[in-house]
Antibody, heavy 118, light 107 residues
Framework: QVQLVESGGGLVKPGGSLRLSCAASGFTFSDYYMSWIRQAPGKGLEWVSYISSSGSTIYYPDSVKGRFTISRDNAKNSLYLQMNSLRAEDTAVYYC???????????WGQGTLVTVSS | DIQMTQSPSSLSASVGDRVTITCRASQSISSYLNWYQQKPGKAPNLLIYAASSLQSGVPSRFSGSGSGTDFTLTISSLQPEDFATYYCQQSYSTPFTFGPGTKVDIK
């Protein structure tokens, strides 16, 4: 079955770095664009990055631009998010999600919690 | 960026009720509007894509309508498993913004 499993979350100090991974299975990973979407505790959803199927097109919102880098390894069926210069407001559950056609997402992974605190 | 709003922010309803949630975009997004359901401690799950297309495996009591700036998610007969938070998301232009959510709980 189609499955996404995130890893790499944890506690990090402000200004620190963390790399999240998302392992995909059950579908041809290289055929789909992917995104990272986050949810701060008790808050709504925020889309934080997009990468095309080949990796040639990438988007970020202003809130993370210049600090976060999305990448993928199609040979390893894996998606990554390198997060640098982390701030308290980056504290959230980070989900990876498979993109379909015109911008909807299914499925989503179970999420990995990133806590930025001193 | 396109701003998404939802109303109401929360509602209380009974099993069997018809429930309607509204989503509005700050500019026209054609039919690039998607709906997700999220239960506590779980990842969001796609219900409706492209404003009115039902995702495979989603019960037919869920339906979506609208185009341009105004959209609606309707649950025709609320079931116990439908108590959750619902989010709309525009996929017309990046960043693909979400609405703030509508929490549906038990009356």
């Amino acid at each position: 079955q189609v499955q996404l499993v995130e890893s790499g979350g944890g506690l990090v100090k402000p200004g620190g770095s963390l790399r999240l991974s998302c392992a995909a299975s059950g579908f041809t990973f290289s055929d789909y664009y992917m995104s990272w979407i986050r949810q701060a505790p008790g808050k709504g959803l925020e889309w934080v990055s997009y990468i095309s199927s080949s990796g040639s097109t990438i988007y970020y919102p202003d809130s993370v631009k210049g600090r976060f880098t999305i990448s993928r390894d199609n040979a390893k069926n894996s998606l990554y998010l390198q997060m640098n210069s982390l701030r308290a407001e980056d504290t959230a559950v980070y989900y990876c999600a498979r993109g379909l056609n015109s911008g909807w997402y299914w499925p989503w992974g179970q999420g990995t919690l990133v806590t930025v605190s001193s | 960026d396109i701003q998404m709003t939802q109303s109401p922010s929360s509602l209380s309803a009974s099993v069997g009720d018809r429930v309607t949630i509204t989503c509005r975009a700050s500019q026209s997004i054609s039919s690039y509007l998607n709906w997700y359901q999220q239960k506590p401690g779980k990842a969001p799950n796609l219900l409706i894509y492209a404003a009115s297309s039902l995702q495979s495996g989603v019960p037919s009591r869920f339906s979506g309508s609208g185009s341009g700036t105004d959209f609606t998610l309707t649950i025709s007969s609320l079931q116990p498993e439908d108590f959750a938070t619902y989010y709309c998301q525009q996929s017309y232009s990046t960043p693909f913004t979400f609405g703030p959510g509508t929490k549906v709980d038990i009356k």
